[in-house]
Every structure is written in structure tokens, then in C-alpha cells.
């Protein structure tokens, strides 16, 4: 009888238990906070965030088109180092960062033309970057090593150079024509390499309207011995070995998204780059796995200076690479500027989609906010994350294919779960 008591009270006690406490739980899991700091508005997403009924949302990816070929047509033949965009009509600009040339491609992936070449003359490289597009729908890259913007036709025609006072890269042009950039900047030091990285806003004659953020790194120059100097090197593959690495994109609105993941944090600029919004989340870390070292470990060794050094020094400077315990809050984002499908439209300043995880030729694991920065899901596939962006309804990035680059157009789904 005591027993069967017992046994009766236990159960009223786990009910009870239910009741009081997961409701707790279960409020503390879901609770999204929006609050002011100043004028900042900041979206703090919880860590097990769960969004209303019907609101939980995931993309589904389907590859519809691919361009690059392993051999044949060179104009089909990619380097090593690739990146693209696309332009309101679908058509494709593709950056070899190797053979310093543009190639455009139609919707369907038809080779047209190519622009620019190797040298320091007008329209030609000695360094190359992604295409973007001007208000006037002109497309433009930017050049760190000649230090000038070159602008192009869609057509191909060499138009104009701009001039850059000192080495900026990630160059956006806005509606207004100013330019928001990343510049590099030696620090004076002795014993140390130190740089800072410095995110601008400018106007067209690269004159500072605002600075929006500052990164500062430092590599040790213990001596110019043949140690020493597997040393600098080891120092500076550890600076990016799973570490922090500042994004930048601009919306549609002229809205700076920047984040700098030492922690899940998302910024964003007003026009003329003012603080206005902060997109938090808390999060688990994700440690650096075996297949993640490898993984890095592959893409120093195909590295030509890496191939050429004697096997001792190659196998010093891998002894002397340290792995944080954990990776970075996040691996990149991206905005979603305008349509998934015809039923579906964004808002101009465009969803968020933020790549938390990724093992190459595995998986890539996203989450998902939306246009107010308020969590509405969490999602994995297939898709590679290599140049990975959205634009006009559908999804691109950069696959490698028996070691040749391959440029990916799939279409997007839009899922409840």
C-alpha cells in the first residue's frame, strides 16, 4: 500500500514538475529579445531559439545549370582560384584570379567574351577581384596590386580606372557612388608584422566619410634565420587557421552588413554608416575536427611556395601549426536579395543567411533570419559554400570537380518544418 502510495505521489509530483518548470524552460528557449541601445537596435536571437507555428522556414537547393569543363574549350577551363557574380539579366562574370581575365556567360551558360588581361595598362590586372555592379549597371573590380577600381560594360568595353590611395580590397560601390572598402595598414613594430584591418566608408575619392570597424593582428618576427623564418610562416597560416575573418556585404538599400565572428554577431550600417541594427544570437561552440584539420592541411599543401620548400621544412612548418579547440561563431552569410519564386518576394533589405558549419563535400549547416533579423530556421545540405551567394531567385557557388572549378546555379525552395 505504501509502495503503491508512493508511487502515486512520485507521479503527481512529475506532473507537477512538467508544469511548473518546463513552461519555464521552454519560455526561456524561446525568447527573442528587441531592445534599443542608443540608437542601435539589436536583435537578440536565444540559443535554442523556436519560431511561431508556420513561421520555421529552410531553403531547399536544386542544381539547375553548370559551366566549366575538367578539359577541352579553354574558354570552359577554370584556375585554381575562381570568383563570380551575376547581373540582373542572370548572366555570369567570372574572375580567374590565375590568368587575371573576366569571362561572361549568358543565363544558359554560353561562353560570350572576355575582359581584360595581365598588366598595368588601362583595363588590365595585376590582381583581380569578384565583379560588382554600379548604379548605372556598369560592372567594376578592384585591383590591390595596381591599386585602381577598373570599370567595364556589360558589353566589355575598358571605360575608366579610379585610382586607390593605398590597398583596399572587398570594394562596394553604393547608389550614391560611395565607396565602402577594406584597407590594410602597417603599424610600426620591431620585433612584430603588425597590420590593421580597417572597414571605410569613402567617398569617390577614397576620403574617409566613416569607419565602421577596426581589426588589429600581429605576427612575431623572431629572427631571419632558415628556423625563424618556418616560424613567420607557421605564424601566419595560424592567423587563419579556423581563426575570425571579417565579411562585409551591401544590400540592395545601401545597408553595410559586417561581422566579424569571434562571436555571433551580425552589424549593420545605415547608409552613411551609422550604427542601426545588431543581429545576436547565442550559440554552441563547434569544435575543429579531424576532417577539418585535414581539410586545411590539403589546401596548404597545394600551395606552390609549399610544394617547392624541401620536405624538412614542410614537415617543420606543419609541427608548428596550432588548431584553436574551437571553430569561429560562424563561417560567412549572405543576404537573399529579391525572389525565391515568383509567389514568394523579399523585402529589399533581404533575408539573412548565415553559414554556421560546413565539411567539404559533406555537408553545409545554415540558419535562417529574416528581414526584421529575428530567427526562423535551421537547415543542412549539400550545397558547397565556396563564392556562395544569392541573386535574381536562385543560388550560386564554386564546386571543385577532380580538382577543377566548376561554377553552380541552383534553384531555390522555400520549406516549413
Not at 528557449?29 to 535554442?48: A, Y
Not at 590565375?98 to 561572361?104: A, C, D, G, N, P
Not at 623572431?222 to 592567423?239: E, H
Not at 551591401?250 to 559586417?258: K, S
Request: charged share 25%.
Amino acid at each position: 500500500m505504501q509502495k503503491r502510495l508512493l508511487i502515486t505521489l512520485m507521479g503527481i509530483f512529475c506532473a507537477f514538475s512538467i508544469i511548473i518548470f518546463f513552461p519555464f524552460v521552454s519560455s526561456a528557449q524561446e525568447e527573442f529579445i528587441i531592445q534599443k541601445e542608443g540608437d542601435v537596435l539589436v536583435i537578440s536571437n536565444p540559443k535554442h531559439p523556436v519560431p511561431k507555428v508556420g513561421s520555421r522556414k529552410k531553403l531547399v537547393f536544386e542544381e539547375d545549370l553548370s559551366i566549366g569543363v575538367v578539359e577541352g574549350d579553354e574558354n570552359y577551363l577554370f584556375g585554381e582560384l575562381i570568383c563570380f557574380n551575376t547581373d540582373e539579366e542572370g548572366n555570369f562574370y567570372v574572375s580567374d584570379l590565375e590568368t587575371l581575365r573576366i569571362q561572361k556567360y549568358d543565363t544558359e551558360g554560353k561562353y560570350l567574351l572576355t575582359m581584360g588581361r595581365k598588366g598595368q595598362g588601362p583595363g588590365e590586372f595585376q590582381s583581380l577581384s569578384v565583379v560588382r555592379f554600379d548604379q548605372d549597371g556598369n560592372l567594376y573590380v578592384g585591383d590591390i596590386t595596381g591599386k585602381k577600381v577598373i570599370f567595364f560594360s556589360k558589353e566589355g568595353e575598358f571605360l575608366k580606372e579610379i585610382k586607390m590611395p593605398g590597398a583596399y580590397e572587398n570594394i562596394f560601390i553604393n547608389s550614391k557612388g560611395q565607396v565602402v572598402a577594406l584597407k590594410y595598414e602597417r603599424v610600426p613594430s620591431e620585433n612584430a608584422l603588425v597590420m590593421n584591418s580597417i572597414f571605410e566608408l569613402l567617398d569617390q575619392d577614397f576620403t574617409t566619410l566613416a569607419e565602421l570597424y577596426r581589426i588589429k593582428r600581429e605576427i612575431e618576427l623572431p629572427g631571419k634565420d632558415v628556423s625563424s623564418i618556418i616560424q613567420i610562416m607557421a605564424n601566419m597560416i595560424n592567423l587563419m587557421v579556423f581563426q575570425p575573418q571579417q565579411f562585409l556585404t551591401l544590400a540592395q538599400n545601401d545597408f553595410i552588413y559586417f561581422g566579424y565572428p569571434n562571436k555571433y554577431e551580425i552589424s549593420i550600417f545605415s547608409p552613411e554608416g551609422k550604427p542601426a541594427k545588431k543581429i545576436t544570437r547565442e550559440y554552441e561552440s563547434i569544435p575543429v575536427r579531424k576532417k577539418d584539420r585535414q581539410y586545411f592541411e590539403e589546401l596548404i599543401s597545394q600551395n606552390e611556395a609549399y610544394k617547392g620548400a624541401p620536405e624538412d621544412y614542410r614537415k617543420k612548418l606543419f609541427q608548428l601549426i596550432e588548431y584553436p579547440e574551437y571553430k569561429p561563431a560562424y563561417q560567412g552569410f549572405t543576404l537573399i536579395q529579391s525572389g525565391l519564386s515568383q509567389s514568394f518576394t523579399l523585402m529589399d533589405n533581404g533575408w539573412l543567411a548565415l553559414i554556421v558549419d560546413s565539411i567539404k563535400d559533406e555537408y553545409t549547416i545554415f540558419d535562417l533570419f529574416d528581414q526584421e533579423g529575428t530567427y526562423i530556421g535551421n537547415f543542412k545540405t549539400d550545397i558547397p559554400v565556396e563564392g556562395f551567394f544569392f541573386n535574381n531567385g536562385r543560388a550560386y557557388a564554386v564546386a571543385t570537380e577532380e580538382g577543377y572549378k566548376i561554377v553552380k546555379r541552383y534553384r531555390i525552395g522555400l520549406q516549413e518544418y
